[in-house]
């Protein structure tokens, strides 16, 4: 079958998007499955189409004069338009009429062309959800996209597929019943529908009130990555500054050692809304955990923990390039003491090697739904923006576990033969993609 692969997030700087995309892609593709097109992440959140046009002309009409615009005698007719020209995206909450303009002036659009080509060539659509589905208000222009790209394919006859998704209420708006309403009513004609939390199937489950929904709880295709830490012999590196991506900037050399006990903070996607006040709390957290003796490193794992930076300049904290390897970052996770995070993914990383997780807020239920994924005895998440409270709650809690290695060796053993599990259990989006 021949697949068009939509929402492969690589090219963006967020650690979660450049892990799963990849983790998703390998277990989609075999004998049976060849991913022919690609739509990547920078493209779902942005507007295809730029500047669309005129208030008081077609599209058609304006391309053409646009086309002219270096010819003296069309130069002035083309300003003129453009002096009254709006900026618009094709794509709206009313998809039926996305739809229709698509239909009508994709020709006239390059970036428009490109999917119009993509969905000619593919069997199927095959949608990594990710994080995406969150019924905010308004609705989020990447879950509007996905939208738009599951009825279109279906009404040109495609498979469509929607696939380790999350499905969530915003924590700030609530739920958008109308989001809500069209959402249920093209999964109702999707060919299958995975959910990478137990979290998810359960919400979505509550909205499908008619049961109209066949849908199924698979666990995130980043659990698969457990293949490069079986072994057990996947380190950080011995030469710290070797992690340095380039253009391998003076700021960051002599500040990593891995070769001692560390601990691993990072951000939060809420966090991220309010990085000013993100900035006083996380820099009492790192002072206090920094109290215990351990090194200490801070983790920017997206564009959304740039507050990190200064952070680490307030604290003197080792900061790690937001943009160095995958894989590298994965195993700097994966083998620190702990880890205290507000990151689903980066949360998932760590656990592959056995590595306990401190949850802080989100902007969605997906850290209290991986606690219950990964059997966390007790389902705990702290404030995004810790208060003095959480930092101590956080820092006693850290403290409990560091002092009693055969506890913390006992649970990262625990970590890991779960992870185990879910890691065989990705394999089971295969039985839905046919």
């Not at 249920?184 to 008619?210: G, V």
């Not at 006083?280 to 002072?287: N, P, R, T």
């Not at 930076?309 to 790690?320: C, G, I, N, Q, R």
């Not at 219950?372 to 005895?377: A, P």
Request: glycine share 6%.
């Amino acid at each position: 079958m021949k697949i068009l692969y939509i929402g492969d997030n690589r090219n963006r700087v967020n650690w979660g998007c450049r892990a799963t995309s990849k983790a998703l892609k390998d277990i989609l593709i075999n004998s049976q499955n060849e991913v022919v097109s690609t739509i990547d992440g920078k493209e779902t959140h942005t507007s295809f189409t730029r500047t669309l046009y005129s208030k008081k002309i077609s599209v058609k009409w304006f391309k053409r004069f646009e086309n002219r615009k270096h010819n003296l005698v069309f130069y002035p007719i083309y300003k003129a338009i453009v002096s009254q020209r709006i900026e618009k995206d094709f794509l709206t909450g009313n998809l039926e009429k996305s739809i229709e303009f698509f239909e009508k002036n994709y020709m006239y659009f390059p970036s428009l062309v490109k999917i119009y080509e993509d969905l000619s060539k593919s069997d199927a659509i095959v949608i990594n959800g990710e994080g995406t589905m969150i019924f905010s208000t308004p609705a989020r222009r990447d879950t509007l996209f996905y939208l738009f790209m599951l009825k279109l394919g279906q009404k040109l006859g495609k498979k469509t597929y929607l696939i380790n998704a999350m499905i969530s209420d915003c924590p700030k708006t609530g739920r958008n019943l109308q989001t809500v309403k069209t959402t249920l009513e093209i999964f109702a004609k999707a060919d299958a529908i995975t959910l990478r939390d137990p979290l998810s199937f359960r919400i979505l489950k509550e909205m499908d009130t008619e049961s109209c929904v066949k849908f199924e709880f698979i666990p995130d295709a980043l659990f698969s990555w457990r293949k490069y830490f079986e072994s057990g012999q996947f380190s950080p590196p011995v030469i710290g500054d070797s992690i340095i991506p380039w253009p391998e900037e003076d700021q960051y050399f002599g500040k990593f050692d891995f070769s001692k006990p560390y601990i691993c903070i990072s951000g939060s996607s809420s966090a991220a809304w309010t990085p000013k006040e993100a900035v006083g709390g996380y820099i009492e957290l790192v002072k206090k955990i920094k109290s215990l003796g351990y090194n200490v490193f801070l983790v920017p794992t997206c564009s959304g923990d740039k507050f990190l930076e200064d952070v680490a300049e307030a604290t003197k904290t080792p900061l790690l390039p937001v943009n160095m390897q995958i894989l590298i970052g994965a195993s700097i996770l994966a083998n620190a003491e702990i880890f205290i995070s507000g990151r689903f993914h980066p949360s998932i990383l760590a656990s592959l090697g056995g590595t306990p997780c401190i949850f802080m807020g989100s902007n969605s239920h997906k850290n209290k739904s991986l606690q219950e994924m990964l059997d966390y005895k007790e389902i705990v998440e702290f404030n995004a923006i810790p208060t003095a409270s959480d930092i101590e709650k956080i820092f006693s809690f850290t403290e409990r576990l560091l002092n009693n290695k055969e506890i913390l060796s006992k649970e990262r053993n625990r970590i890991k033969s779960k992870v185990d599990e879910l890691s065989i259990k990705t394999r089971r989006i295969l039985e839905y993609i046919n």
